[in-house]
């Protein structure tokens, strides 16, 4: 009886290691298609369509290890640069705070390129255009060129690693006539501060739009951070004149670029994550609440208000999505993800764009701000 019983422990040890091997290996599969995605360095050519990572010599995230841009080239001679985002610092003791303020290394950007507005979806009207995507990991809305020396090392040299990965690429774009530049959440941040610059680096687009998605953080000190901080380049820091990044970066745009530029900014109403970064400036800590999201709610308002003031011609979505039955806010960022959902009077952020591109500026959701 004991030798039954025996065998019969180890049989059911075998059938667990069995299934603890087995689920062990389609987690590890899983991650590879997500989190752990990476794709094929760019070696030579490029293939039309395929995605590459692309290694740029002198680059590096804030943690000091490797940055590489992605790549993908279309049929079309159209071009998206396009923003990942991923937090901010803003203070030497952010800078110091490294990943509990934003994302210190290239862990888990590469599948994002795949989704929303990158995918191969069918009804993308941007899916055969090449894509330049600049990834984040230096916490300076990509916008640095310095280091910043305290208990270690912190690399915020964004600008340097966008202005090195563009100007690597550009010989496989040529000279595009088309030009969207976007990006979410810190990307979206950067997306104002760098369409001037990315605009002269393709100087054969006349067809340009830019869209910043959820970008809202009002912040006394952004002069003195892109100065002192980040060291950012002059021509972008001088911009930064008000608690407003995105509205003095927006306005100065069309100040110097004129209608030349379409112009458009989206949000969810009361975005659940900028309103916890809003809260940390505010108070020293990050909290969500049904109080910040109608303190954030109130902010945009005045923002779009300032926006349609200075831009009189932009283009604005306000969108609801995911929303908290008690809170009330909302998901936070949408073109990497929802792009293609028909959140505000049947139009989908891709439409909102495509339409814009094609000369076509609308506004939707507006309403949402009056509740």
Not at 243 to 248: E, K, P
Not at 283 to 295: A, F, I, P, S, V
Request: with cysteine; net charge negative; glycine share 8%.
């Amino acid at each position: 009886m004991e030798k039954k019983n025996m065998k019969k422990a180890k049989k059911i040890l075998l059938v667990l290691a069995c299934v603890i091997v087995v689920l062990a290996l389609g987690a590890f599969v899983l991650l590879k298609m997500t989190f752990l995605k990476s794709f094929p360095k760019l070696k030579g050519e490029p293939e039309i369509g395929k995605w590459y990572e692309v290694a740029v010599e002198g680059t590096q995230s804030s943690d000091g290890s490797e940055w590489h841009g992605i790549f993908k080239k279309g049929t079309e001679n159209k071009v998206v640069v396009y923003f990942f985002g991923g937090g901010v610092s803003i203070t030497p003791e952010t800078s110091e705070g490294g990943n509990k303020f934003y994302a210190t290394s290239m862990t888990a950007q590469d599948f994002v390129a795949q989704g929303g507005i990158g995918s191969n979806a069918e009804n993308n009207p941007f899916k055969d255009w090449s894509f330049l995507v600049v990834p984040y990991a230096t916490g300076d809305f990509h916008s640095g060129t310095g280091v910043y020396d305290g208990k270690k090392a912190v690399y915020h040299t964004g600008y340097s690693n966008y202005a090195a990965f563009v100007e690597q690429i550009k010989p496989y774009v040529r000279e595009p006539d088309t030009l969207l530049v976007t990006g979410f959440s810190a990307g979206g941040f950067a997306t104002s501060l760098l369409t001037d610059d990315v605009i002269d680096r393709f100087p054969s687009a006349k067809n340009i739009t830019v869209c910043v998605d959820s970008s809202l953080l009002l912040y006394d000190g952004w002069h003195e951070t892109a100065v002192n901080l980040w060291q950012s380049p002059k021509e972008i820091s001088d911009r930064l004149v008000t608690d407003n990044l995105v509205l003095d970066s927006l306005t100065a745009l069309h100040e110097k670029r004129g209608d030349s530029v379409k112009i458009l900014f989206d949000c969810s109403y009361r975005d659940d994550t900028l309103q916890q970064y809003q809260a940390y400036i505010r108070t020293g800590t990050m909290t969500k609440d049904k109080e910040n999201g109608d303190l954030f709610q109130k902010d945009l308002a005045e923002m779009v208000k300032g926006l349609q003031k200075n831009i009189p011609g932009i283009g604005i979505y306000i969108w609801n999505h995911a929303e908290d039955a008690e809170t009330h806010n909302t998901q936070h960022t949408i073109i990497s993800s929802n792009v293609f959902d028909k959140l505000e009077d049947g139009v989908s952020v891709a439409d909102w764009i495509c339409a814009a591109v094609n000369g076509d500026v609308q506004s939707h959701g507006l309403a949402l701000l009056e509740r």
